[in-house]
């Protein structure tokens, strides 16, 4: 019996140094690798495949370049003194995974991409959220924003989140590419 709680007590350590550690990114670059990954697939818009996605390449290149620059914002506006510490098993298994499962999420209608998503707007939302990473560089490590989710996430996780979030559109757009 006492071997079990041993092992049970450093799993759960184990666990909360791998969710310590995974639970951030640093520097305004950690995006870099999926920007290029996005200006390489605006060439390829208009592809569509309904058997992965009911929307085009553009959509979700849209959609994730929005979330960057809502999410910016929203961290900008916070009131660092107002944060609290809360706990969500949801975000535990996101940011420990780095796998948001498909097709369970809704998105925010402020994320939304318009009906006709013009190519130039894909190429300017890159360059604001690039410039938007910088910035938030500079906030306060409490600034945080509400997530539908994952409820209120500070600027460290608010950064995890943006990769994971990113990655997914980018693998469901590698995916709608390989047919």
Known sequence: MKKVGVILLVLSIILTVV????????????????????VDYIPKRDKFNKKISEVNVAWHLDHSLRTINRICEALERSDPNGFKSNFSW??????????????????????????????????LQIEEAKANLKKIESLNEKAHFKHPYFN????????RFLKIHTQHHLKIVKDILKE
């Open 19 to 38: 969710v310590l550690v995974r639970n951030t990114e640093s520097g305004p670059y950690f995006l870099d690798e999926q920007f290029s990954e996005i």
């Open 90 to 123: 949801s975000r535990i298994f996101v940011f420990t995974s780095g796998i948001i499962p498909r097709g369970v999420a809704r998105s925010p209608k402020s994320v939304i991409p318009p009906k006709v998503i013009v190519t130039d707007s894909l190429y």
């Open 152 to 159: 209120v996430i500070d600027k460290g996780q608010t950064k």
